[in-house]
């Protein structure tokens, strides 16, 4: 049986341990255990308490009437329909800013694989916006850049011609990936990077002497090469940009069509202060985070397998 193999597989190598060996693997397994049980406090115990606070009927502006409701508040939540249309918001921002981040990212790494003077500080400048904070860059874009009044964008549309567009309120959805864009571009170029850089320049220069152009080299060697390296940076992007809040708290505020779940917890939860449907809403929110990381991380494994097989 598969099983019994696999068991018998681990006997056999525990027993061609040597006991130092073996008492080294005991320590390393002890040293692991207090960062497993503070990472299990931290985040296991604060969503068991939030499962708890769903089944609760509890809004903060009448705190004494507060009582068990069971599924209520699941029923009130998946009903109203706020939760699927956040939901085809969360996906539709998530979605747009991965595709256009892995697009500029990929044009940017193929610009920074070649040797040119001041490639470091390019590079540098390049990885800035993935490096601010994203309440930070959300202040910048929304006074800075897209203001309809002082705003650089503006002033740009403005020499061409073109009168001046009012972002956070006329086009909010296309502000938000805008922004989220720019932050993580700079993350899918460095994976990219590393995928450009990893390929074997042997390869490169067989098919230059072949007679191979550099469009079709691209397209028919160094595209399937990068292939894994832009699933991967795509699948973590969309794991990180699933919990997306600042941009769209501090630009939209979820209008026009850009509340997504994490901003709608927060709505719930702090200015309609229904707790218990906000708590419903969190669960939800995880189950669902859970559910998407599970598929992107078992594509990842299967990634490195087959990248393990070649």
Not at 284 to 294: E, K, P, R
Request: proline share 5%; aromatic share 10%; net charge positive.
């Amino acid at each position: 049986m598969p099983e019994d193999d696999k068991r018998t597989r681990r006997r056999k190598r525990k027993a061609e341990l040597t006991p130092r060996q073996q008492k080294n693997l005991r320590l390393a397994r002890t040293l692991v255990w207090p960062a497993l049980a503070v990472a299990i406090v931290i985040t296991q115990v604060p969503f068991l308490v939030t499962i708890y606070y769903s089944f609760q009927r509890w809004n903060m502006q009448r705190p004494g009437d507060r009582g068990f409701v069971g599924f209520q508040n699941y029923a009130k939540v998946l009903s109203n329909g706020s939760f699927f249309e956040s939901m085809f918001a969360t996906v539709l921002i998530t979605g747009g800013s991965v595709l256009f981040a892995v697009i500029l990212g990929l044009c940017f790494a193929i610009l920074l694989d070649r040797k040119f003077r001041g490639q470091g500080l390019a590079r540098t400048l390049l990885i800035t916006p993935f490096l601010m904070m994203p309440a930070a860059a959300a202040l910048i874009w929304k006074w800075s850049m897209l203001d309809s009044n002082v705003g650089i964008v503006n002033w740009v549309l403005s020499v061409v011609g073109i009168p001046p567009v009012a972002w956070n309120t006329d086009a909010p959805m296309i502000t938000i990936i805008i922004v989220m864009t720019w932050q993580y571009t700079p993350f899918m170029m460095l994976i990219l990077l590393a995928g450009l850089q990893s390929q074997p320049s042997d390869v490169l220069e067989a098919a230059a002497v072949d007679g191979a152009g550099t469009v079709r080299t691209f397209f028919t060697m160094t595209l399937p090469h990068l292939r894994t390296y832009i699933e991967l940076s795509a699948l973590l992007g969309t794991i990180m940009l699933l919990q997306m809040f600042d941009p769209i708290a501090i630009m939209t505020r979820g209008t026009g069509g850009t509340k997504t779940l994490p901003y709608l917890l927060y709505e719930r939860a702090f200015v309609g202060l229904e707790l218990g449907e906000a708590a419903a809403y969190g669960v939800l929110t995880v189950i669902l985070t859970i559910i998407v990381a599970t598929i992107a991380l078992r594509t990842l494994f299967k990634i490195f397998r087959a990248e393990g097989v070649r």
